[in-house]
């Protein structure tokens, strides 16, 4: 049996070590420390837009922050794209709160511009204007940024940017991360850069990341005992975890030009299969970080359907995987309401994602490309 290749495994840089060493010297094995505010320097440079970054432990976590700092009370409903992973919603449950989830559009595969608008002007006529608009750049793909910030303007509601997937995407030249009154990024060992687990939450306002360093930090008051005035949460990023985050910032740039090639590689021999289709960025306005490359394949064109080629991957050790599955679609939030037409539904049932990873070596891809070849 060949050995595994992976859908998207973490790949360090070298310089991770450096840090953590620097955090045993010094003992700052705890969640504060040069690591952290470090870390948060870094994305803040690399973000541009004078943002401010909050490290926290995972994109999960920041989410959950932002829809604190936007005051969702249990009852409210807050706007979520569909074709995405569960973590962008379940924290709006945690709240309390309900989740109303939008269909695609088949451009960028994000929250369409209609879908959201249709929602909207429901919501008010049922006496439940949304809270909040989370949109997805899914696969590392800018949502149309331009459309739904018009939407979330006309409306007065604020937009959460769940970037989890798209640290060094652009959209029309500014970074992905930065578009929504608060912004997410996730360091999960799959994502692009990793501190092995983490997330961040970007903000352009200095008092929601003083706010958000307060309530991750168990939100204690300023007192010489522990006094608490408001629910506290312990999300902060660990100094070491921080450190790896540090070391990953030095290679960011090299890895979206890595899996930027992995995407010109599929490219260059799926464009010709009948019934395939390559996910790419609709226009120069767009600036896509290929975390993954992804394919549709349309089973009345195609050699095979979506679940033999698989299945065929699979039996070669070739890990790859369905696209999310909408949420709308999930057991779990089968009573949540849904606005849509079905686009994320097909999505779905023709997607595949493909190894993606920045550390494929020339030996796998040319096995990737034969197996590929051979299926379809
Ligand atoms: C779109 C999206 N949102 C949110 C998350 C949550 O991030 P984390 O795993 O760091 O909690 C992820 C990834 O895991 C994601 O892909």
Not at 78 to 84: K, N, P
Not at 169 to 179: A, E, L, R, V
Not at 192 to 213: E, F, P, W
Not at 223 to 248: D, K, M, T, V
Request: net charge negative.
């Amino acid at each position: 049996m060949k050995e595994k290749i992976w859908l998207s495994s973490p790949h360090m840089g070298g310089a991770e070590l450096k840090y953590i060493n620097q955090a045993f010297e010094e003992n700052w094995i705890s969640p504060l420390g040069p690591n952290v505010n470090g870390f948060e320097n870094d994305l803040e440079l690399f973000l541009g837009e004078n943002v401010h970054v909050a490290a926290l432990m995972s994109g999960t976590s920041a989410i959950h922050i932002a829809l604190i700092l936007l005051n969702v009370k249990p009852g409210d409903e807050v706007l979520c794209q569909s074709l995405t992973f569960s973590a962008s919603a379940n924290p709006i449950v945690y709240m309390g709160a309900s989740p109303v989830f939008i269909d695609s559009e088949d451009e960028t595969w994000n929250i369409s511009p209609v879908a959201l608008e249709e929602a909207i002007v429901d919501g008010i006529k049922r006496g439940k204007k949304p809270k909040a608009i989370i949109a997805v750049c899914i696969y590392g793909m800018p949502y149309k940024v331009d459309e739904i910030r018009a939407i979330a303007d006309k409306y007065q509601i604020p937009l959460i940017d769940d970037s989890a997937e798209a640290l060094g995407s652009m959209y029309k030249g500014i970074k992905c991360g930065t578009f929504g009154d608060l912004s997410i990024l996730s360091f999960n060992g799959n994502k692009i850069i990793t501190s092995s687990g983490g997330g961040a939450l970007v903000v352009k306002n200095r008092k929601y990341k003083d706010k958000a360093v307060f309530l991750s930090t168990q939100a204690k008051d300023a007192a010489p005992h522990y006094q608490h005035s408001e629910l506290g949460y312990n999300y902060r990023l660990s100094n070491i975890c921080a450190g790896i985050g540090r070391g990953q910032m030095e290679v960011l740039n090299d890895r979206v030009i890595q899996r930027r090639q992995n995407h010109e590689f599929y490219a260059s021999f799926l464009s010709e299969l009948p019934g395939v289709t390559l996910f790419s960025e609709p226009n120069e306005d767009y600036f896509c970080n290929y975390w993954l490359s992804v394919i549709l394949i349309d089973p009345s064109k195609a050699k095979r359907d979506r679940d033999s080629v698989r299945e065929g991957m699979l039996k070669e050790n070739i890990e790859v995987r369905p696209l999310w599955k909408p949420l709308h679609l999930q057991p779990v939030f089968k009573t949540s309401r849904f606005y849509g037409t079905g686009v994320s539904e097909k999505l779905f049932t023709q997607g595949l994602c493909l190894p993606s990873g920045s550390n494929l070596t020339e030996n796998e891809k040319i096995h990737i490309k034969n197996v590929l070849l051979n299926l379809l």
